[in-house]
């Protein structure tokens, strides 16, 4: 299957720092990527809808401002979450779709 | 809005046995596809079994099946033969079709497989 991959796989940060994942699909190209975010116990959580080239769409509730989002080609996605605060502490999830979702490894955030 | 239930939070099974794990939907789309993913302890999800609803045939991926009822929206995932490591989180999913369709996720199943 399609393989994907997220860096870094853990970040512990300071309060009010800024925090890149990337996500890339390594043996495909995906137009659309999406970042979910998964508390302990629960399910996946859409958080937004990457595109490539245009501005990602992003679920009701979730700050545009707090989640910056870029597409910028066919194989990576970024996420930033800027000004992290503690309770930004979470697992997040991109996926890419080929002929269905293919899931990264996950990025677990820490902010102290 | 599409809606995925699954109400199994946990369930329990011993090695080599076979469990049952259930799913049901509710959508207006004829055309879609349902998903079972796992996510084992390493919290990767891995697809398992995928389904198109406009075939009949149930999905079958080695020891895994499924039982995919359209007309009742139950999609129910059939591990037989169950290994220790089938244990995981199992969540069921639902995606109607275009290439930027989202998932809808249930709230998963936990499976422990013991000896």
């Known amino acids: 299957g399609a393989v994907v991959s997220q860096h870094p796989s853990r970040v512990i940060c300071k309060s009010g720092t800024s925090v890149k994942i990337e996500c890339r699909s390594l043996?495909?190209?995906?137009?659309?990527m999406f970042w979910y975010r998964q508390f302990p116990k629960q399910s996946l959580m859409l958080m937004a809808t990457?595109?490539?080239?245009?501005?990602?769409?992003?679920e009701q509730g979730v700050e545009k401002d707090k989640f910056l989002i870029n597409h910028a080609s066919l194989t990576l996605s970024t996420l930033t979450v800027t000004s992290a605060h503690p309770e930004d502490s979470s697992f997040y999830i991109c996926?890419?779709?080929?002929?269905?979702?293919?899931f990264g490894p996950g990025t677990r955030l820490l902010v102290l | 809005a599409q809606t995925v239930t699954q109400s199994q939070p946990e369930m329990s099974v011993q090695e080599a046995e076979t469990v049952t794990l259930s799913c049901t939907y509710d959508?207006?789309?004829?055309?879609?596809?349902l998903f079972w993913y796992k996510q084992p302890p390493s919290r990767q999800m891995i697809l398992v079994i995928r389904?198109?609803?406009?075939?009949?045939q149930n999905a079958t991926e080695n020891r895994f099946s499924v039982n995919f009822q359209k007309a009742a929206k139950s999609f129910s995932l059939k591990i037989s033969d169950s290994q220790l490591g089938d244990t995981a989180m199992y969540f069921c999913?639902?995606?109607?079709?275009?290439?930027?369709?989202?998932?809808?996720f249930g709230t998963g199943t936990r499976l422990q497989v013991t000896l």
């Open positions: 996926s890419a779709r080929a002929e269905t979702q293919y």
């Open positions: 389904q198109e609803a406009y075939k009949q």
């Open positions: 043996d495909f190209q995906a137009t659309t």
């Open positions: 990457s595109n490539e080239g245009s501005k990602a769409t992003y």
């Open positions: 999913a639902f995606m109607p079709p275009g290439t930027a369709s989202k998932l809808t």
């Open positions: 959508t207006s789309e004829n055309n879609y596809y």
